[in-house]
């Protein structure tokens, strides 16, 4: 079974993200949602209502975990035996620098990285922005062409 990690703050209210899960399992055949934390901080958020609205959204789909992690990506990779971990990105300029961080990771842990573009149309919805729509009553989906 061919399993790719997704790591970051991912948030579920972000289009960009569920659609870079829907593709990436095109791609593989099980998709695990990492949460990175960092306990010494304290905004970090909420970790476990996080994981919770998430796993609300994909509750019906077992090709889909979601977990909360603390340290290296590489080695949640390993620990979920992921042959690769699955990036998002919104510019050409983080397109490279994700290759060249591909190159290394493959190099140290012979862990693939497969980058993928978010779509056009959902590329300038970020995480900040839905919060503030949010704060303010908005529907992202509102703002979507």
């Known amino acids: ?44 958020g909420d970790i476990d209502s996080r994981i919770t609205a998430i796993r609300s959204i994909y ?18 990779a390993r620990q979920h035996n992921c042959c690769a971990i699955l990036r998002s990105v919104r510019s050409v300029k983080d397109y490279e620098y994700e290759l060249q961080m591909a190159d290394v990771n493959r190099q140290l842990s012979g862990i693939e990285t497969v980058v993928l573009f978010a779509r056009p149309e959902l590329a300038s919805i970020s995480s900040s922005m839905v919060r503030e729509l949010q704060h303010f009553g908005h529907d992202i989906t509102d703002f979507l062409p």
């Open 1 to 44: 079974m061919r399993t790719a990690l997704f790591p970051g703050s991912f948030n579920p209210f972000t289009k960009g993200h569920a659609d870079i899960v829907e593709r990436g399992l095109k791609l593989f055949d099980r998709i695990v949602i990492a949460i990175g934390y960092n306990e010494q901080k304290a905004d970090t």
């Open 59 to 76: 509750k019906d789909d077992k090709r889909v975990d979601i977990i909360a992690y603390s340290g290296l990506t590489i080695d949640a």
